[in-house]
């Protein structure tokens, strides 16, 4: 019972949460692009009773981050731990998903359509005007979380 009762507490924990920084965007996405409300996501692991264990350093100097997509919670550490103002890589659909699409058009993240051939050349172009504004690219070269 005590278990399940967490795990309603995480849901309801993540929906009201993510509604809220999402609102916060909203309001802040011209402010670098919405940094400091992105990097609430720390409050998540706080409020969920989760402790993180920061093994290493990010390196500050590096443009470009692959990594292979665990869960949920490699974006919710990124956006809370990384020094610097993140730039992710995402398919176009999920920027049209309702509400949660906000997320990632507001702080204008960079979304490409796998299915348009001139999509690698819209990517480039986008990745190179990030990499001019000082953004850090992130992407999950595998896609969905396996």
């Not at 309603?8 to 916060?24: N, Q, R, S, T, W």
């Not at 940094?35 to 402790?51: E, K, L, P, V």
């Not at 020094?83 to 995402?90: E, H, K, S, T, V």
């Not at 659909?93 to 990632?104: H, M, N």
Request: aromatic share 10%; hydrophobic share 40%.
């Amino acid at each position: 019972m005590r278990a399940r009762l967490k795990g309603i507490y995480e849901v309801i924990l993540v929906g009201i949460g993510l509604a809220i920084i999402i609102c916060f965007i909203y309001f802040y996405r011209k402010k670098n692009n919405a940094r400091s409300t992105r990097m609430a996501c720390y409050r998540f692991f706080t409020y969920g009773g989760i402790t993180l264990e920061k093994l290493g350093d990010f390196d500050e100097e590096a443009d470009l981050i692959i990594m292979n997509h665990q869960s949920v919670a490699d974006i919710l550490c990124l956006e809370a731990y990384h020094p610097r103002n993140i730039c992710w890589i995402a398919k176009k659909q999920l920027g049209e998903i309702p509400f949660y699409g906000y997320a990632l058009t507001g702080p204008e993240m960079i979304l490409i359509d796998r299915d348009d051939k001139r999509g690698l050349a819209s990517l480039l172009k986008a990745t190179k005007q990030k990499l001019a504004q000082n953004r850090p690219i992130i992407i999950f070269p595998e896609g969905t979380r396996s």
